[in-house]
């Protein structure tokens, strides 16, 4: 009997470890949307009172830690040394009625959701074919119509190029 009692709590604990695992990921998911939208985010959680009457407090701040500029610079090199062996995707997204919002924003706004999107089709394999899990959101960029027209005329013009043999270089 205390083996069936002692199954039984534990597929108990492994169950709130999964539930705990779930609900953790989707508050991660809430508050790294308002991140977002907001910016950092100042918390102050009261424990309550000392015996001499003093508050004690956790605070936590979230916020964007800027990339290592070393680490930055040696990636990027890196990259560089491997893009010709690399393929790329360029898509274009416009709005007449975009967010009010800086370029920044929007460009943080897509950046997230797009770098977090990728795992996800990865996760449920919806997308056969393209191995998801290897693709990496390298840029992302907020413009207005005339520079995009410029970019993707030379776009066009590099694959012309390219179809004719010729070497591009950055």
Request: charged share 30%; proline share 3%.
């Amino acid at each position: 009997m205390s083996d069936r009692l002692d199954n039984e709590q534990l597929k108990a604990k492994v169950g709130q470890i999964l539930y705990n695992e779930f609900i953790t990921g989707r508050l991660k998911e809430e508050v790294l949307a308002q991140f977002l939208q907001r910016g950092p985010i100042e918390l102050s959680y009261s424990l309550g009172k000392d015996s001499d009457g003093e508050e004690i407090c956790i605070n936590a701040r979230i916020y964007r830690k800027p990339a290592q500029l070393g680490s930055f610079k040696e990636e990027i090199a890196r990259r560089n040394r491997s893009r010709a062996h690399k393929k790329y995707v360029i898509f274009a997204m416009s709005s007449e009625k975009p967010a009010a919002t800086t370029d920044e924003g929007l460009r943080d706004n897509f950046d997230s959701i797009l770098s977090q999107s990728l795992p996800w089709w990865d996760r449920y394999n919806m997308r056969g074919g393209i191995n998801v899990r290897d693709w990496m959101l390298e840029k992302t960029m907020v413009t207005d119509g005339k520079s995009v027209a410029t970019a993707l005329k030379n776009v066009l013009k590099a694959e012309r190029l390219e179809r004719e043999n010729q070497v591009i270089e950055p």
